[in-house]
């Protein structure tokens, strides 16, 4: 994909689809890209209320649980996505940043034994991970978040790759960053640390996430129940291992303890029995 125009458009020179909002700004002054979730029932409702004159709302890019991607603001105008927030020194970012929108309900709650969304949206046990948010109080029991999907962070990471390298952005960051005691989006399911890592690199190890297991658990040797079990395994609950990457529900984790005798074990987890340390 290529920028054109400042709209997105596909490798054989058409444009991705778009849907005007009229909930934007002025010129804008690229710094950030900044990742959310829409909160919402899916893509399509989501884009019909972020082009709604009454939603005050909107974003450049929403992104599908089946990767598709819809554009609604040119990358030169100001989207209202970022609301009252602050980043490095600077008050409000939807004057400096680029809004992608993923569709993903967000923070669940467990009722009566199913995990539904303040917005009454009930969503199955195998899109849902459980896990404290970064910004939790200490003590805070964990939620559940509906996981993304693998087509949504590829589609994220190809369009991230894009806009940076076009507008020069400094930083991925998440709403959650920018208005911190207020959003909670992207949340935990996103793997924030990872893309940054593959889109400007790392420094060090140290800015891969810490998770802990919450039970005991197996690790594998690829990202799925049909893979093998690695010696070592079941680590206990609480045991400590930093996130390499994501792929669905799973994490490559390097566990940083030794654990039934083993040093040095890789392999990937079910993401549903990590939380973040």
């Known amino acids: 994909m290529k ?12 444009s991705f689809p ?8 002025g010129a804008l002054q690229p710094r950030w890209l900044v990742m959310h979730y829409t909160a919402g029932g899916g893509a399509e409702g989501s884009i019909r209320w972020l082009v709604d004159p009454l939603a005050k709302a909107s974003a450049h890019l929403v992104i599908g649980r ?18 009252a927030s602050s980043w490095q020194g600077v008050s409000g970012l939807n004057q400096y940043s680029i809004g992608i929108e993923l569709d993903n309900v967000g923070r669940l709650e467990h009722i009566a034994g199913k995990w539904v ?15 404290n948010h970064k910004n939790d109080a ?6 559940g978040w509906q996981t993304y999907t693998p087509e949504q962070i590829d589609a994220a990471f190809r369009v991230a790759q894009v806009l940076i390298a076009q507008y020069e952005l400094q930083d991925l960051i998440g709403h959650d960053d920018i208005a911190p005691g207020r959003k909670n989006d992207p949340g935990p399911d996103f793997p924030m640390a990872s893309l940054r890592g ?3 690199g790392r420094q060090s190890d140290a800015d891969l996430p810490v998770l802990i297991s919450a039970a005991a658990l197996n690790v594998r040797a690829g990202p799925g129940a049909e893979h093998a079990i690695l ?4 680590i206990p609950a609480g045991t400590r291992a930093r996130a390499l990457e994501q792929s669905g529900l799973w994490w490559k984790v390097d566990v ?11 392999g990937w987890c079910h993401g549903r029995y990590l939380r973040a340390a």
Request: net charge negative.
């Open 117 to 131: 969304s303040p917005l009454k949206i009930v969503v199955p046990d195998d899109q849902v991970r459980v896990a």
């Open 198 to 200: 593959r889109l400007y």
């Open 138 to 143: 200490p003590g805070t029991p964990p939620s």
């Open 256 to 266: 940083l303890d030794e654990v039934n005798g083993v040093m040095d074990l890789v």
């Open 18 to 25: 778009y849907q005007a909002s009229p909930n934007k700004g």
């Open 231 to 234: 010696p070592g395994s079941p």
């Open 66 to 83: 089946d990767g598709g991607i819809t554009q609604l603001v040119p990358f030169n105008v100001v989207a209202w996505h970022a609301g």
């Open 3 to 14: 920028i054109r125009n400042h709209r997105l458009i596909q490798d054989d020179g058409s």
